[in-house]
């Protein structure tokens, strides 16, 4: 079957940096999206690796290795309003998306 | 710009009853449709999508249907509901021929079965 694993709940300290690891096991690999959503809202994109490596885009990082089914998000600088949940998602052969449950981040100031 | 609206934000309906989940997407053409349920500490469930008027492929089995009336339309609905129906609802587009495109979502509504 095809899977998703993601950390259930983080909490780290305002202005330091965190790192939510996914983990994924699916048929076929066409990319694989970050996503975070507020509580109550809608999910908003964050990035998309489909080559191994790392994206950056501001205060977000996003690296992928495809050999080893993994893939992390990096925040830096961590303000409150980053406090929500961070959703992975892969796509896979039939390009339709298998998310993962979301690691909710608590940010403590 | 494309924007996408799905209505009501809301709804708090008693078992048995029917349902009616409406999605608009404007400022695009032949988009890539979807309705996805989110259940408390759950990844997103894709429950259909569709990629024409008329067409609508469901991913899982359940009391719920889907149509596409109209190229940017998209329609959840079901004939009487269960209480295992309550969670976030979120429509989402996609471009067609944009197979690794992202998806944008709808701002969700929550239904409540009781």
């Known amino acids: 079957g095809q899977n998703i694993d993601q950390p259930t709940e983080m909490t780290a300290t305002e202005g330091a940096i965190v790192q939510i690891n996914c983990t994924y096991q699916t048929s076929g690999f066409n990319g694989l999206f970050w996503y975070q959503q507020h509580a109550g809202e809608a999910p908003t994109f964050l990035s998309y690796?489909?080559l191994d490596g790392l994206e950056e885009k501001g205060r977000f990082s996003s690296f992928l290795s495809r050999s080893k089914g993994y893939s992390y998000l990096l925040l830096k600088e961590l303000q409150m309003k980053d406090s929500a949940s961070y959703l992975c998602?892969?796509?896979?052969?039939?390009?339709?998306?298998?998310w993962g449950a979301g690691t909710k981040l608590i940010i403590k100031p | 710009s494309q924007t996408i609206h799905q209505w009501p934000a809301t709804l708090v309906q008693p078992v048995g009853s029917p349902l009616s989940l409406e999605c608009t997407v404007e400022?695009?053409?032949?988009?890539?449709l979807y309705w996805y349920r989110q259940a408390a500490g759950r990844g997103l469930q894709l429950l259909f999508y569709s990629v024409g008027i008329g067409q609508i492929s469901s991913e899982v089995p359940q009391n719920l249907s889907a149509s596409r009336p109209q190229d940017r339309q998209f329609i959840l609905s079901s004939k009487k509901l269960l209480l295992s129906d309550s969670g976030f609802y979120l429509c989402?587009?996609?471009?067609?021929?944009?197979?690794?495109?992202?998806?944008?979502f709808g701002e969700g509504s929550r239904l409540t079965v009781l």
């Open positions: 989402a587009w996609r471009r067609q021929g944009r197979d690794t495109g992202e998806l944008f």
């Open positions: 400022g695009t053409s032949n988009p890539n």
């Open positions: 998602a892969v796509m896979d052969s039939n390009y339709q998306l298998i």
């Open positions: 690796n489909v």
